[in-house]
């Protein structure tokens, strides 16, 4: 049995209690391929089901991991992430214009994508990460991506506790409806970025230009 099926969950959960629901949470939020989410869930059924944990404690264990670990991506990003991308960004065709696009867009609806993404399994892992690399600002970053943490580990564990074991099989399309949503945006972003390259560019410039000079 995997180490991470919901079943087993529950024996570590005895074991670990809120540190395990915080730390696999923290782990997956700053880019560690966990299941956060299953852990969230399972831990909200296990409260339901024996008592021996407080829903409480679960959302604020879940909750509190998803801002640390959140934080941990985005500061890894925003200090490791434009050297990287200023020494190998044209090697993948991301130049100094299409760097400065991706923070013009970050300013834009950076907010948006980190509450969003704690919803979606991929962007989960990875937008904290992006939002630091495309200097999102970090009083920002913190507002939206502790509201996101807090909406996210609400929903789940109250319906983890609510609904037991069945919320599983509601928790796993939704996962699935996210992620699918997520994929048409982007596709339909490219589509529209690549008609409108280079006005998009130009605006870009402008814009961050204007703010550096500010």
Do not use: C
């Amino acid at each position: 049995m995997h180490l991470f099926d919901p079943a087993q969950i529950s024996a570590l959960l005895q074991t670990y209690g809120y540190g395990l629901i915080l730390l696999v949470v923290a782990l997956e939020s700053a880019g560690v391929p966990l299941p956060g989410e299953t852990v969230l869930v399972s831990a909200a059924v296990y409260a339901g089901t024996t008592h021996n944990l407080e829903i409480a404690g679960v959302i604020a264990a879940a909750a509190t991991g998803a801002i640390i670990g959140d934080n941990i991506g985005f500061w890894i990003g925003r200090e490791a992430g434009p050297p990287i991308l200023q020494r190998f960004g044209h090697l993948v065709g991301l130049d100094a214009r299409r760097q400065k696009l991706g923070q013009y867009l970050f300013q834009r609806y950076g907010g948006a994508i980190v509450f969003f993404g704690r919803f979606v399994a991929f962007l989960r892992a990875f937008a904290a990460l992006l939002a630091g690399v495309n200097k999102l600002e970090p009083l920002r970053f913190f507002a939206f991506n502790a509201a996101g943490g807090i909406a996210w580990a609400t929903v789940f564990g109250l319906g983890g506790y609510a609904l037991g074991s069945s919320f599983h099989r509601i928790a796993g399309p939704f996962g699935v409806a996210m992620l699918a949503i997520a994929l048409v945006a982007l596709v339909l972003g490219w589509r529209f970025y690549r008609h409108h390259e280079e006005r998009l560019l130009d605006e870009a410039e402008r814009a961050m230009n204007a703010r550096g000079a500010r």
